[in-house]
């Protein structure tokens, strides 16, 4: 796929932690140089009252 077409992985786990998630050093780091090299990363950041909790009741 590799530019060619586009990949979107999403991920609550940061990527710092997913050699740990993962377990094997060698499949992780495989899996992050394929993934990593040439991406965009957007970081969203928690900031206030969850949007899913303030408009739970409106339904």
């Given at each position: 796929?590799?530019?060619?077409?586009s990949?979107?992985?999403?991920?609550?786990?940061?990527?710092?932690?997913?050699h740990e998630?993962?377990?094997?050093?060698t499949?992780?780091?495989?899996i992050?140089d394929?993934?990593?090299?040439?991406?965009?990363?957007i970081?969203?950041s928690?900031?206030g009252?969850s949007?899913?909790?303030?408009?739970?009741?409106?339904t």
């Amino acid at each position: 796929r590799h530019g060619h077409a586009s990949t979107i992985v999403t991920s609550q786990l940061p990527v710092d932690l997913w050699h740990e998630q993962i377990g094997d050093p060698t499949i992780a780091d495989a899996i992050l140089d394929r993934l990593v090299h040439n991406a965009h990363k957007i970081n969203l950041s928690m900031k206030g009252e969850s949007m899913r909790k303030k408009y739970a009741g409106l339904t």
